[in-house]
Nanobody, 122 residues
Framework: QVQLVESGGGLVQAGGSLRLSCAAS????????MGWFRQAPGKEREFVAA????????YYAQSVKGRFTISRDDAKNAVYLQMNSLRPEDAAVYYC???????????????WGQGTLVTVSS
């Protein structure tokens, strides 16, 4: 089982940028699609972005399209989320996970890590 550890969160002003990292220990996830999710206060966890096993195909939620970029480095067993032009509504705890696509939905396949907190001030 892959153990996932997110990092890179912090406090930024609206319009700023952050780069989140997802490091894996244990079994490699190089053969799996990977995704980022987030959960804001009082809200359910939602899908943010995904990248397929080869790193070529990407998918983004409409709310972050054009602002966020997901990438992966299988040599380092890591996944990244570059977040630009951050808005207050982007504030949430961000999680990474192995994912599987079913129609328009993305399902997490592994246990959740602790996530990393992103706070955006106005």
């Amino acid at each position: 089982q892959v153990q996932l550890v997110e990092s890179g969160g912090g406090l930024v002003q609206a319009g700023g940028s952050l780069r989140l990292s997802c490091a894996a220990s244990g079994r490699t996830f190089s053969s799996y699609d990977m995704g980022w999710f987030r959960q804001a206060p009082g809200k359910e966890r939602e899908f943010v972005a995904a990248v397929n096993w080869s790193g070529i195909e990407t998918y983004y939620a409409q709310s972050v399209k054009g602002r966020f970029t997901i990438s992966r480095d299988d040599a380092k067993n890591a996944v990244y989320l570059q977040m630009n032009s951050l808005r207050p509504e982007d504030a949430a705890v961000y999680y990474c996970n192995k994912v599987s696509r079913a129609g328009s939905n993305w399902a997490a396949l592994n246990a959740w890590g602790q996530g990393t907190l992103v706070t955006v001030s106005s």
